[in-house]
């Protein structure tokens, strides 16, 4: 008996989440296009802008064990 039981309450479960699983990829949302936003982006500058400048730092005297 308790195999049974087992077994239906696999089952039951199985059902369930194959269930969930058809319904959230039935109503999934619209897949976005990142190169046609890229394409069709604004490429006028808005607000404040500026230059990151980032340096590495190297002397002349380069040690390869650092």
Known sequence: MKKVLLTLLVFIVVVVASGYGTVKYMNRGPQMNLFDYFQ??????????????????????FDPTW
């Open 40 to 61: 069709t982006q604004d490429m006028t500058p808005e607000g404040q802008t500026a230059v990151i400048i980032i340096g590495l730092s190297q002397t002349e005297d």
